[in-house]
């Protein structure tokens, strides 16, 4: 086995984000080298990697030039130039997840269509090239709401995802390729972390459970383990392996599904890296997901990923009537609490609803903990000077 721990190994990340930044906390913690490329001079990971590049992330020579510096090259977001990394591959630089596990997610059409040709059970949906072929559907009536609309590329955090209900909604709706899926009715939506290395070695974490926001289309509670039946979350975890060896992935890839009333579980989409649904594990588990994720690309033994305690996060996200230099109210007040730990991401200026943080809360009884985050939630207040 190679060397990485105190050594001129070298581990690059594209994208310089949070995701990043708490990977960073464990490649510290192990000792090794690591080069970070980024588009903001202000990169929460910029404080913490050995070397920081600034750079566009789809630009082909910055990723390619950036790549050949580095021994082993993973992501933090997807939105990287999939070429340069594919002709990185070949120059023999490991890429993982890799060039093209990541093509078939990028695009949540490509997406979609690889669930239906592996057999892989989703809502159905039916791809649009734009929003002109769309509202003729609609018209025609061969498209009929309500629908969920998902723009195919560039969507994150409740962005280029609407719930198609009247026809005033059809204003929501961008330009450019798009999904229209089938309004599912649903009792959960659940989501399942899969580690998996290149010697084939996969695990799986426990099932969480997703509370959202009401009007933000963001994920509000992550609750661990999620409230369901055994056989429900054996089936979800066992869909997710599934997932990921379709996929052939290597690194972390998270599942969002959904829990139907039927309890059919429905894989809604994936992300190949850390993932906000796996934040609560920081505190909660054996090897939390950025050790994993670290463990996983270097292709080392995987970590226990069971849960030493019960374990919810609550996303800390701008005020919606704030923008500007932020400033975390009530913050002494949530460090009082028992059990409770927030993380700052390090963001200097906050806006509505962009992410900000995260907090977490342990305990033996989920209960408990779930009645703390509402406490931790209503508390603390991400708002501007």
Known sequence: MRNYFSSDFKLGILGGGQLGKMMLYETRKFDIHTHVLDPSPEAPCRISCNYFEQGDLMDYDTVINFGRKVDVLTFEIEGVNTDALRQLEKEGIKTWPSADTLDKI?????????????????????????????LIAVEK???????????????????????????????????????????????????????????????????VEMEFHPTANQVEYVICPARIEEKVAENARKLAEKVSEAFNHVGLLAVEMFQTENDEILVNEVAPRPHNSGHYSIEASFTNQFEQQVRAILDLPLGNTESKVGGIMVNLVGDKDYEGEVVYENIEKILRMDGVTPHIYGKKLTRPFRKMGHVTIVNKDLAEARRVAEEVKNSIKVISK
């Open 106 to 134: 990028q695009n949540k059409a490509i997406q979609k269509k690889f669930y239906k040709e592996k057999d892989i059970p989703t809502a159905e949906f039916e791809v649009f090239d734009n929003k002109e072929e769309l």
């Open 141 to 207: 009536g061969t498209l009929s709401l309500p629908f969920v609309w998902k723009s195919a590329t560039g969507g994150y955090d409740g962005k280029g995802v609407a719930v198609i209900k009247t026809r005033e909604d059809l204003d929501q709706i961008t330009k450019g390729e798009c999904i229209a899926e089938s309004l599912v009715p649903f009792k959960n939506e659940l989501a399942v972390i899969v580690a998996r290395n290149p010697s084939g070695e996969i695990r799986t974490y426990p099932v």
